[in-house]
């Protein structure tokens, strides 16, 4: 839903007590924002009973006689139109016959008159149809038939005249009816006209040029009906429906209406593919009810929203509060409105509070916060002008409000209708008497989420001293000491009538000292009662009393005038103005009031005369009617023709209009009007000439100003009677409209005279009247012609118009601008018939043409890079026009031979084709694979040879795998054959202190095909010593604290096991728990070195986690993190050979260190292994250093060492022996609680050594059973 508009109407000074719906604004309803869209998808739409016949071919007959030329048609089954063609000219008899069909797809669609024939079929420039001539099929049912081909001059002279026909549903309505006569135009017939261009436009004589009768063939047409009005109401209607946030039951009118449309519409639309549609169905009546239908439904659904597209609010507040007369600021009576928005009837007592109403019609909102603000002025327009601390005081809903917070805090709701008093409240500054002041009051309702704001008013009104006049006259004698009499008048004010004060007898009573005589003179007079409008206003007022002079007749002395109020809820108050002058305030109370007035006289001679005027003034206003004219002014009124009774003040801002209206009091109480407002007046009219602002901008891009070439005029009139004006006629305008406005507000009461170009309109008020006609600019015809290319969809003509002296865009249609298009083609632009000047699309034109003018688009033909290419490399580019094929005259294009294929040229890709925009042409090629043998290079690489092409490959490094038979290794290339054998043991392990034992070499596969498994055994016990770790018997490093070792054999090795006192050994194996050791270089095939990092960790440390074989990785993770390698190439350290000085620079993340860490993750990580890592420096030596990093991330050093890589030798067959980045684990191999096993072959020792390690044997366990008699903690 739009959230709804602060709706304010003009006010005037009469109140805008309710906010009132008012009337519906069907432009929000504009189709361009339709929720459906009901175009017409053919071009023609018609109606035709069931059962209509239609023309579907024509043939001729000739002969000598009548009866030889009807003949053939009859025996053809044509129905003849008995009318010679050659009436009167001599010839041949020549005759028409037609035949009918129910099928109106096959009707004739237009019947010419070709002179001349050049060929049996001819395509009509102007409609761009097919015409066949009668004779030849499909004009004839059958080529042939009758007598075929016939001039219809046959032997009479004159022109060879043809007749020609077309089915083409652009020629024409399809032909109901055909008849040949001698009138030039037959009333509900169609004149058949020439087929040639030059009188294409021209009705066609048959006999043209042989003298004689004319002839003239004349076609009746099945009528067109016209479904456009009802689209039109069906998008405003769709809009409608969705564009209101009503339920579906609310809207369903308008579904229902429109779901009946759509079935007509429907029926035209889904006709058939085409130009035409049909129904026999619906015919115009059918589509002007459903038009009916759904308008009302629309109507009726308009109701319910107000001019913003909102749901209608009914807000009632007070209509009228009065202001207290005595401060002009606090709230006295208040005249209020019902739920239905008519005013209370009148009750006994005027009403200390009124209602304020709020609900939706046909909607739920949510919830509602009402608020207020006052006027800040005492005038009629005050009402534009609020400020939020006009108001003092005021209370409603049960809540009082001050001051500013009025307006800012207000009252929510959230249960409807909302229906709460307004019982008290005050201004916050006094209202002048007799003035007004503008309450205002404010609803912030939340419907659909959507915040909506609507407001009503009350009047703030203070009472002045009104006047009306009453006459009462009365004599009395009396006796000096008789009491007075009493000279009674009555005064009633009620909600219906006000009656005219009615003068009584005098009395007469006896008093002491005296008798007296009645000698009334007294007067009584009635006028027509005043009817009040109580169903808006119950007008409530204190009646002040204002006393005249009084006189005396004679010399006597003077009387006295007294007033008395018999009513108990009434008091008098007298008050003295002056000498002679009393005014008595009278709070009404009641709406009927009886005062008692008296004067009496002291003497019997006197003559007492008493005139008493009470002034009411009112003035009689035609609600209704005033409404009509000043709609934003006066409050909407459900009763028709109802009189209101105001008062001057109260009223005066809208007393011009009711003089205006000619409905000025006709009756009052003596009443002294203020005539100066219905005196004659002058006044002047001006005229101007305007253009219509629906209609396109004009030649200063200005809209609703005067048109060009006219002037304003102006006259003078009087005021009351009609005010003549006359309108000028405009070349190339039609007058349309026109408004009159004074001083008041927009009049459109005018009405047009018999006489030409008179407007009139009764003006009884303004003294400056302006009028204003409004012209539509006549369209001109205006056609594109797209010369080759499309324009507005179509290849054909467009046609459209042009407003005259406006600022025409070229290329417009419908107020669209378009460019016309052609494939191939660049639109240059559009040649103008009218000056041969040459436009751009959306050039503007002062448009002053009144003929038919026409565009031509212009166009060059485009060109298009074409380009050849090879891969990447431009062979050929060049230009080529749309639609020529290019050729390719380079050579022959080529691709190198790879290591996989040789290429052969095959052809283009896309294929070569006309010329439709740039293109790339890339070569294509067939590929062969190479049919390889292999070559020997040398003992490391092969190289692949093609036997097709002699392609060589580069050379590749042998594919070496290796069987082990006996002692000896057969290396072999599984891919060129080459081979070689080498003994299994390249490397050397030796112990130099004797004391260990190489106890196998292997190959695991399941760890590394890559290195051989080297496993060395030392004696559990030496002497009294215990085995504590291995050490490296070059170096003295510490190896491992197993006394069985599995390692890796990367080079000649060298170890020392180390022996301590059990005393010793705990602290001694604890020092070797963490062995690491750089054990050797390796030099690289591609110049590089690697260092080979072996480290060795027990599965056994104080203070960590025992190694777990069945959870392998948890439990090695809970002992080390990682390891590596780290090193220097820093010159400043590779001329020193102090390890032990170095042992404090070459630490993890020492400066100029390198760190290469084992590529590790948590299921490579090992406690026992070797990994290669890369050296990276170009020195010829580094020293170098192994860590581990424990699990609590403390650091275990190896010893610093350093190498010379250009010592290093190429280990043996690297290509057995890979460069790797990899850890190659051993844990599983070593186990600290393993027994000694016996040496296997190919280890070779010497008889001395067998009988040394069987002695050596013998000894450990006899000192091990001794150990655990003595020594029961040590750890073996």
Not at 192 to 210: E, I, P, Q, R, W
Not at 687 to 692: A, E, G, L, Q
Not at 1174 to 1192: H, L, P
Request: hydrophobic share 30%.
């Amino acid at each position: 839903m739009k959230k709804a508009k602060s709706i304010i109407s003009v006010l005037l000074c009469a109140a805008i007590l309710l906010s009132c719906a008012p009337v519906f604004n069907l432009n929000l309803f504009s189709t361009q924002a339709s929720a459906a869209s009901y175009t017409k998808k053919h071009e023609k739409e018609y109606y035709y009973a069931p059962g209509t016949t239609f023309i579907s071919y024509i043939a001729t007959g000739y002969g000598k006689k009548a009866a030889n030329a009807k003949g053939p048609l009859t025996n053809s089954g044509y129905t003849v139109i008995d009318r010679d063609l050659n009436g009167g000219a001599g010839g041949k008899y020549i005759y028409c016959g037609y035949k009918t069909t129910t099928d109106v797809n096959i009707s004739l669609k237009d019947l010419r008159i070709s002179m001349g024939r050049d060929a049996d079929t001819y395509t009509a420039p102007e409609n761009s149809s097919l015409y066949t001539v009668a004779g030849v099929s499909p004009t004839s049912q059958n080529t042939g038939d009758a007598d075929g081909i016939v001039d219809l001059n046959k032997d009479a002279g004159g022109d060879y005249l043809y007749y020609f026909a077309t089915k083409d549903a652009k020629a024409g309505d399809p032909i109901l009816e055909i008849i040949v006569d001698n009138s030039v135009n037959t009333n509900g017939y169609d004149t058949v006209k020439y087929l040639n261009s030059a009188n294409f436009n021209t009705n066609a004589d048959a006999n043209k040029g042989a003298g004689g009768d004319d002839i003239y063939t004349h076609v009746k047409r099945l009528p067109q009906v016209d479904t456009t009005k009802l689209r039109t109401s069906m998008e405003t209607a769709s809009n409608a429906y969705a564009s209101t946030t009503f339920t579906d039951d609310s809207k369903a009118a308008v579904k229902s209406a429109l779901d009946a449309a759509k079935v007509i519409t429907d029926a035209y639309d889904n006709y058939r593919a085409g130009t035409d549609s049909y129904s026999t169905v619906y015919n115009q009546t059918k589509i002007d009810n459903a038009k009916k239908a759904v308008d009302e439904a629309v109507a009726n659904l308009v109701e319910k929203v107000d001019t913003s597209n909102a749901p209608k609010i009914k807000f009632y507040v007070p209509e009228t509060i009065y202001l207290n007369p005595d401060n002009g600021t606090a709230f006295q009576y208040m005249a209020g409105v019902d739920t239905n928005g008519l005013a209370y009837q009148p009750k006994a007592t005027p009403a200390s509070s009124a209602k304020i109403y709020f609900d939706g019609i046909d909607c739920e909102p949510s919830s509602v916060k009402i608020t207020c603000e006052a006027s800040t002025a005492d005038n009629s327009s005050a009402w534009k002008s609020v400020g939020t601390s006009a108001i003092g005081s005021i209370t409603f809903g049960g809540t009082s409000f001050n001051g500013t917070t009025a307006n800012s805090t207000g009252k929510t709701y959230t249960s409807f209708p909302v229906n709460t008093d307004c019982s008290a409240g005050s201004l916050s500054s006094a209202v002048a008497s007799g003035n007004i002041r503008f309450i205002r009051w404010r609803a912030d309702y939340v419907l659909d989420g959507v915040t909506n704001t609507v407001y009503a008013y009350s009047i703030c009104y203070r009472q002045p001293s009104y006047t009306a006049y009453f006459r009462h006259s009365s004599r009395q004698y009396t006796s000096r000491t008789h009491s007075p009499a009493f000279i009674n008048a009555a005064l009633t004010v009620s909600g219906l009538n006000v009656e005219n004060i009615s003068g009584e007898d005098g009395t007469t009573s006896s008093g002491s000292g005296g008798t007296g005589s009645n000698n009334n003179n007294s007067t009584e007079t009635r006028e027509t009662s005043i009817i009040v409008d109580s169903s808006r206003f119950t007008n409530y007022i204190q009646l002040p009393y204002f006393g005249a002079q009084y006189s005396i007749l004679g010399s006597r002395q003077n009387g006295t005038a007294t007033v008395t109020a018999y009513n108990s809820n009434a008091t008098a108050t007298a008050k003295t103005i002056g000498t002679t002058k009393t005014l008595i305030d009278l709070p009404i109370t009641s709406s009927a009031l009886v005062v008692y007035m008296h004067a009496s006289a002291s003497y019997r001679d006197d003559t007492a005369q008493n005139d008493t005027y009470i002034n009411i003034t009112p003035t009689l206003v035609n609600k209704a009617e005033l409404r009509k004219t000043y709609n934003n002014a006066i409050s909407e009124m459900r009763q028709e023709k109802m009189f209101t009774m105001g008062f001057d003040a109260y009223q005066n801002s809208i007393l011009d209009a009711a003089v205006k209206l000619g409905n000025p009091i006709n009756k009052n109480l003596k009443v002294k009007i203020n005539t100066a407002e219905m005196e004659r007046k002058t006044g002047t009219v001006t005229t101007s000439y305007v253009r219509d602002t629906a209609v396109g901008a004009d030649y200063d891009g200005k809209l609703g100003e005067a048109i060009k070439g006219t002037s304003s005029s102006s006259q003078s009139f009087t005021l009351g009677e009609d005010v003549y004006v006359k309108y000028q006629d405009i070349f190339g305008y039609t007058l349309s409209g026109y408004s009159i406005s004074d001083a008041t507000g927009v009049l459109t009461t005018g009405t047009p005279k018999a006489d030409a170009n008179d407007y009139f309109i009764r003006n009884a008020g303004s003294t400056a009247m302006k009028w204003k006609f409004i012209y539509t600019p006549n369209s001109y015809p205006v056609s594109y012609d797209p010369n080759g290319g499309s324009f507005n969809g179509s290849s054909s003509v467009t046609n459209t118009t042009a407003y005259y002296q406006s600022k025409y865009s070229v290329g417009s249609v419908d107020g669209v601008v378009k460019t016309p298009t052609r494939t191939g083609y660049t639109f240059t632009g559009w040649v103008c018939n009218a000056d041969n000047a040459k436009y751009s699309t959306g050039d503007g034109i002062n448009w002053e043409y009144t003929k038919n003018v026409k565009f031509t688009a212009q166009w060059t033909i485009n060109s298009y890079t074409v380009t050849f290419k090879n891969g990447g490399t431009v062979l050929q580019q060049g230009k080529w026009e749309y639609n020529t094929t290019p050729t390719y005259t380079g050579d022959t294009p080529t691709k190198a031979k790879d290591v996989n294929y040789e290429y052969t040229f095959s052809g283009w890709s896309p294929e070569i084709k006309p010329v439709t925009g740039d293109t790339v042409y890339t070569a294509q090629f067939t590929e062969k694979a190479h049919d390889y043998r292999y070559e020997i290079v040398d003992s490391k690489k092969h190289q692949r040879i093609c036997n097709d092409c002699g392609y060589t490959a580069v050379a590749e490094n042998h594919n070496i795998k290796y069987t082990k038979v006996g002692n000896k290794y057969i290396y072999k290339c599984t891919e060129c054959g080459y081979n070689y054998s080498e003994e299994a043991f390249l490397y050397n392990v030796v112990f130099p202190d004797g004391g260990g034992s190489l106890i196998k070499t292997e190959v695991r596969p399941e760890l590394s095909e890559n290195y051989f498994i080297a496993t060395i055994q030392a004696p559990l016990y030496k002497g009294s010593k215990y085995f504590a770790y291995w050490e490296d018997g070059e170096t003295g490093e510490k190896v491992s604290t197993y006394r069985t070792y599995s390692f890796f054999l990367t080079g000649n090795r060298s170890f020392v096991p180390v022996y301590v006192e059990p005393t010793e050994y705990t602290e001694a194996r604890n020092s070797a728990v963490f062995s690491s050791t750089v054990a050797g270089v390796k030099a690289n095939d591609d110049k590089s070195y690697s260092l080979y990092a072996e480290h060795s960790v027990a599965k056994t440390i104080d203070g960590f986690p025992k190694y777990d074989p069945n959870n392998r990785v948890e439990s090695i993770n809970k002992i080390i993190l990682r390891y590596g390698v780290i090193y220097t190439a820093d010159s400043a350290y590779i001329a020193t050979d102090d390890a032990q000085a170095m042992e404090s620079v070459l630490v993890c993340g020492g400066a100029n260190v390198v760190d290469k860490p084992a590529g590790l993750s948590d299921k490579t990580r090992d406690l026992t292994g070797v990994f290669e890592v890369k050296v990276e420096t170009g020195s010829e030596a580094i020293w170098a250093r192994t860590y581990i990093v424990d699990a609590n991330g403390v650091v275990h050093y190896g010893m610093p060492k350093k190498l010379s890589l250009t010592a290093a030798t190429t280990a043996a067959d690297d290509e057995v022996i890979t460069l790797s980045s990899e850890s190659f684990g051993s844990t599983d191999l070593n186990d600290e609680t393993e027994t000694p096993e016996q040496p296997s072959e190919p280890t070779n020792k010497n008889p001395l050594e067998k009988l040394t390690a069987i002695w050596t044997k013998l000894v450990e366990i006899i000192k091990k059973i001794i150990s655990f008699i003595i020594n029961p903690g040590v750890r073996i």
